[in-house]
């Protein structure tokens, strides 16, 4: 008996019946992290033991800093686990394919007991914060 070919339907593409909501909460990206070993995990060099423990703390932030949205992290101070945003001219290094515009900001979040830093940006129009690097001996920028 022959079979029977059906015909498929073509697609339909569809725009959604809302507008896609951006998350609120950080996404992370290291695109732009510097090569500059000042900065990046490089800096512990053949220090194992605190290359290993300074990754255990950051990991943890990262993991803490994407369970709560921008406005939360705002809303506290640097001291309290919040960020402190600078002029991105104020950093010592530069990150890796990205040129800063005039008035760029950088974000810093505290990690490690509030030794080390995390420094990066984040654009207005998406959540993602881009690490650019990190302050491992408070020499990134002037820290009053």
Known sequence: MPKLKQKIP???????????????????????????????????????????????ELIDRLIQLTQETWVYWQSLSKFQGGLETLKASDICFS?????????????????????YRIIGFQNSSSPTYYIIGFDFNYSAYDHG
């Open 10 to 56: 073509p697609l339909k593409m569809t725009k959604p019946t809302q507008p896609v909501k951006v998350p609120d909460k950080p996404v992370l990206s290291f695109a732009y992290l510097t090569t500059n070993s000042k900065y990046n995990f490089d800096y512990f060099g053949k220090d194992k033991h605190n290359r290993i423990t300074a990754k255990a």
């Open 95 to 115: 990150p890796k394919d990205y040129e800063f515009s005039e008035d760029e900001k950088v974000i810093v979040f505290r990690f490690c007991s509030g030794d």
